[in-house]
Structure formats: C-alpha cells, structure tokens
C-alpha cells in the first residue's frame, strides 16, 4: 500500500512538472476558458466536486483552489472517469486536509494534446 502511495505521488509531481513547463513553452495558446458546469459540495468533512463532459479529449483534470480567486494552486488530480457513468468525473477530499483560507475553486482540464481548458472558479465554504 505505501508503494501504491509513493508510485501515485511521483506520478502526480511528475505531471505536475511536465504540465507547468510546458504551459512555459506554449504560453501562447495552452489556456482558454471554458463554460464546464461542475458542483461543488461539502459533504460531512470531504469536499466533492462533480461534472461530466461532451468531448472526450480528456488527458486528465486538475481541481485547483485559492485564498483570493486569482493564484491557483492544483489540489488533486483526477486522471480517469467514473467506471460507472462514463464521462463523468468526481473528486474526493478530506476538508482536514485543506488549507481553511480557500474560497475558490475550479477545475482545469488538461487534453491529451497539453492544452489547458479552466472553469470559471466557484464560491468554496470549508
């Protein structure tokens, strides 16, 4: 299980890393707004977020959140769909483990060509 952890984290940092210096060559075109409707709700002590998508260029998402709606910081990534209900997506995480000073959040897809679609950022009460 600790494997399965350590495995899963390198794999977060290294497409973290990936995406960043790439979104640094590409400045000129990788991030557009997009009209991607998803809830946000708190649910006991996890925030989970939800939407569902058209288009299937999904390489994968980040839920990104903020202290004061304009810098982002990516909190999760959601690599695959639901096994279930197909093209939709869902992201699970303890409150505990969130900074209390987050107001926003939003998603931001990343396409399996390296461009970045960003939601419109939504209201968070933690």
Known sequence: MLLVKR????????????????????????????EQAFEVQTKGNNLLLSWTIQDADSGYWE??????GLEFVTIGLVIGEHPVTKK???????????????KFVRIQQIATDHSARTSASKKLTI
């Open 88 to 102: 939709s997506y869902l992201f699970k995480q303890s409150t505990a483990k969130l900074d209390k000073r987050f």
């Open 63 to 68: 839920v990104q959140a903020s202290k004061d």
């Open 7 to 34: 495995l899963l984290f390198l794999l977060f940092v290294y497409l973290a890393a990936t995406s960043f210096a790439f979104a640094q060559e590409n400045e000129k075109s990788t991030s557009q707004k997009s």
